[in-house]
């Protein structure tokens, strides 16, 4: 008997990107240089910058891969397999990234819906940030299951803080497994219990290699990271390229199945008491989106920052009520 293959796996694979700014447009280069996509419509309010970038992009094809990428509206995002959401204003000098929530909930009632009307079957990518409690919104607003709702989170910060102690260690940034957990924001959590170098937790690292374990430095390489968005936005106004590889990682892990364990915002229940908000634990990726949050063992400080974290995001959510 011949197999009739589901109609959503024959078609070609769309990324809808809703914002065709810094993120956006970086992100859409590094989907084509990938060739994960064979379609990327970029959708954004300012129609000319959408079409600028489509054709700027279209002419990169001849090098990199057949993709076939245009300018589009909401009806676009119907089967596209993730709509990532980089829409919005960024962080002007000086702004946490909290201090964004007000244009951009707004914006998030006007595309959320449209985009879940259009897509009720695809999956919701976040980078806009306070991107936690937009995570949060645009579950609440699209409908959508929570699995199928993820924000870049803390993999950004998350990829900064393993860079910045690779090079202090002297070893590939591949090879430290650390994480930054709770909000992608001031609140956010490093949790140094867990972080190692070839199954060594940091100190006993040292030890082996004859290495004081400086913990004031160590401060110092989380403060660093926590602070990076300021320093990036004060020098060049954006920051752009780190984001976009993260979501070609988050992208990666689901189009291909890939159950990748990253620290992304998700919907949070019953971990140490936090419930019902969207923050950062590393969580297993695949094609169909969150498929499980892991459950970290960490010492009661970091217990207790990550729920200093929870309660400045629940607060910034239950002031947009979306009930
Ligand atoms: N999550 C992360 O790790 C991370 C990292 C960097 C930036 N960001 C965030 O990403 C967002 C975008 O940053 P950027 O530098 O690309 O900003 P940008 O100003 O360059 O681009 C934003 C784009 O959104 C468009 N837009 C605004 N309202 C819209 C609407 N209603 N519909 C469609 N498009 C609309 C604008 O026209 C603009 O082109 C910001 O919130 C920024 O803080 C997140």
Not at 250 to 276: F, K, P
Request: aromatic letters at 6%.
């Amino acid at each position: 008997m011949p197999q009739t293959a589901p109609q959503e796996e024959s078609r070609p694979v769309r990324i809808a990107i809703v914002g065709a700014g810094h993120v956006g447009s970086t992100f859409a280069y590094a989907l084509l240089m990938g060739g994960l996509a064979a379609e990327i419509v970029l959708i954004d309010a300012n129609r000319a910058r959408a079409e600028g970038e489509a054709m700027d992009l279209n002419h990169a094809v001849p090098f990199t891969h057949p993709t076939r990428i245009w300018a589009g509206d909401f009806a676009d995002c119907a089967g596209a397999a993730i709509t990532v959401l980089t829409a919005g204003a960024g962080q002007k000098p000086g702004q946490s990234r909290l201090d964004c929530i007000r244009d951009n909930a707004g914006i998030w009632r006007e595309i959320v819906p449209a985009i879940a009307r259009n897509n009720p079957r695809g999956l919701l990518l976040v980078a806009t940030n306070p991107v936690d409690v937009l995570t949060y919104a645009a579950w609440k607003l699209s409908g959508l299951p929570a699995a199928r709702v993820l924000g870049s989170g803390t993999i950004l910060d998350t990829a900064r803080f393993r860079f910045l102690l690779s090079q202090h260690f002297g070893v590939d940034a591949h090879s430290v497994h650390a994480y930054i957990v709770g909000e992608h924001g001031d609140s956010e959590v490093p949790v140094w219990s867990l972080a190692n170098i070839a199954g060594m937790r940091l100190p006993d690292y040292c030890r082996a290699q004859g290495l004081p374990y400086d913990r004031e430095q160590m401060q110092k390489i989380f403060e660093s990271t926590r602070d990076a968005a300021y320093r990036i936005i004060e020098c060049k106004g954006a920051t752009y390229y780190a984001v976009a590889a993260g979501l070609m990682r988050i992208t990666q892990a689901i189009l291909r199945h890939q159950e990748t364990v990253l620290s992304v915002s998700s919907l949070i229940e019953n971990y140490h008491g936090i419930s019902d908000v969207c923050l950062s634990l590393p969580a297993v990726v695949d094609r169909g989106g969150v498929r499980r949050v892991l459950p970290l063992e960490l010492d009661e400080t970091e217990i207790a920052s990550l729920r200093r974290s929870a309660a400045v995001l629940e607060k910034t959510i239950a002031a947009l009520d979306l009930s």
